[in-house]
């Protein structure tokens, strides 16, 4: 079993920026790709990011150059720095972490989420 536990959620002003944090342990050797994922209020969860063997990244358009994803030196840790954070990026953040292959990616382990909110 794996077990996710987020960290680094909370409330910030539009522009602002917060760096979310997920650490992995248990059985770290069954996946090879860490992501994150967010849903909001009335709509599905949807990926926001993730990273995978040789830290290639895939990001959702509505991120790409303000989100960053990163994984510790441990590779056990992945990380979200989000900047010039807008409203509607008021979600729920999910850390997931899943297996990768040829055909994409099997989201298999969940954490509880982190409530990020956004004021205007």
């Known amino acids: 079993q794996v077990q996710l536990v987020e960290s680094g959620g909370g409330l910030v002003q539009t522009g602002g920026s917060l760096k979310l944090s997920c650490a992995a342990s248990?059985?770290?050797?069954?996946?090879?790709?860490m992501g994150w994922f967010r849903q909001a209020p009335g709509k599905q969860r949807e990926l926001v990011a993730c990273i995978s063997s040789g830290d290639s990244t895939i990001y959702a358009g509505s991120v790409k150059g303000r989100f960053t994803i990163s994984r510790g030196s441990a590779k056990n840790t992945v990380y979200l720095q989000m900047n010039g954070l807008k409203p509607e990026d008021t979600a729920v953040y999910y850390c997931?972490?899943?297996?990768?292959?040829?055909?994409?990616?099997?989201?298999?382990?969940w954490g509880q989420g982190t409530q990020v909110t956004v004021s205007s």
């Open positions: 997931a972490a899943g297996s990768r292959d040829s055909s994409g990616i099997s989201w298999r382990y």
């Open positions: 248990g059985s770290i050797f069954t996946f090879n790709a």
